[in-house]
């Protein structure tokens, strides 16, 4: 793989250079906060970031086994950002979406929904490896002359009405019209502004592998429902070694997920097939690292506080069953971009409270009722009732039968 110019530059600006004054500053150099910066600096609009962790290193030259599914809106998001063109690696479009139900080792139910390329006027998302996304924007973080790239480095924000003053561990000190929180789940900044949280445990760990497979999938994702979990099949760009390849996310309870994880190669290879539901993609090979990651929903209470917003893992996170964590996030950051690049034309001030009352209007209620579908989503469907399990299987196909309902779903997913 192709160095990024991120893997030859430590830091845009030295330790002994000042930093200047910027409109936002971003805390949180993830997809989402780089992308925001990218975003925003593309504009004219003057960008710190600031991340705690070396840029470098988060690139992962070997493949793992992680990817992101894009859809459609986001897509035109990290375009605008002048991210999308860098990628190093070609993404696989997904062109049709199997929806199932059944049990480990059994044919999946007769009563099914697929979504096909008759649905949509573009593919319904795109599969980027996580690696060849880290690689993109650390590139597209050293384009723009108005954002400063700071990492790794430690902010201490101190917000006034009047504006923020962020203090790095290295001595450097900056202003900021407005700080936005991209710091994850465990948000400090979040925290540091009591802002509440709710948060929702599913006792469900997620599996998050690779697999090359005999046959090809033909840009086809599969969405199987199982009483432990769902299980989700997501169609990759194939390798010279693994021409057919897949990334697999595979939600089963705790305990029993890490155990599967933990098994040698040909048992995790059947016991995969054994939730595949069918044998479409016939015998598979586990490539990559296995990952394991604890599911769980949380919301916090409010998105704005003085002279800050939230956005991404920091303001919201979801069940994968719908594969909308991420894109939920490039969600916020659509919003966001839209309101601060017209704030920028009107010569507004970034922080102003009725800005931050404008995103948390435009993404909050949104954002809700998507953790709502999902959180229903996951309880509906991982379960081994017969009778829930006869009405859900009857919901599916009722939607598979009703072209109009199909579309519908289809557009709201792609965030179109």
Known sequence: MVASPASTVSDSMSASSQVPDVDVCVIGAGPVGATLACRLAREGIRVAIVDKAPLAPMEHPDFDGRAYAIAAGPKTLLEEAGVWELLPLDSCPIEEILVTDGRPGEPASSLFLEFTREDASQPFGWMAEARALRVALNEALHMYPTLSVLSPAEAKVERKPEGATIRLNDGRVFNAALVVAADGRKSKLRSEAGIPLTKLSYGQTAIVCAIAHEFPHDNGALEHFLPAGPFAQLPM????????????????????????????????????????????????????????????????????????????????????????????????????????????????????????????????????????????????????????????????????????????????????
């Open 237 to 416: 760009t194939g390798t010279d070694n693994h021409p057919y390849l897949s990334a697999i996310v595979w939600s089963d309870k705790d305990g029993t997920a890490e155990r599967f994880a933990a098994l040698p190669d040909d048992v995790f290879a059947r016991e995969i097939e054994r939730r595949m539901g069918n044998t479409r993609l016939g015998k598979v090979t586990p490539v990559g690292r296995r990952w394991t990651y604890p599911l769980s929903a949380q919301y916090a209470q409010r998105y704005t506080d003085t002279r800050l917003l939230l956005v991404g893992d920091a303001a919201h996170g979801i069940h994968p069953i719908a594969g909308q964590g991420l894109n939920l996030g490039f969600r916020d950051i659509i919003a966001l971009s839209e309101i601060l690049i017209a704030a920028h034309h009107a010569g507004e001030d970034f922080g102003s409270p009725a800005l931050l009352a404008r995103y948390q209007a435009r993404c909050r209620p949104a954002n809700m009722l998507m953790l709502a579908a999902t959180d229903t989503l996951d309880r509906l469907f991982s379960n081994n009732n017969p009778v829930i399990r006869l009405a859900r299987d009857l919901g599916i196909a009722s939607v598979h039968r009703l072209p109009a309902l199909r579309k519908a779903f289809v557009r709201h997913a792609m965030g179109l």
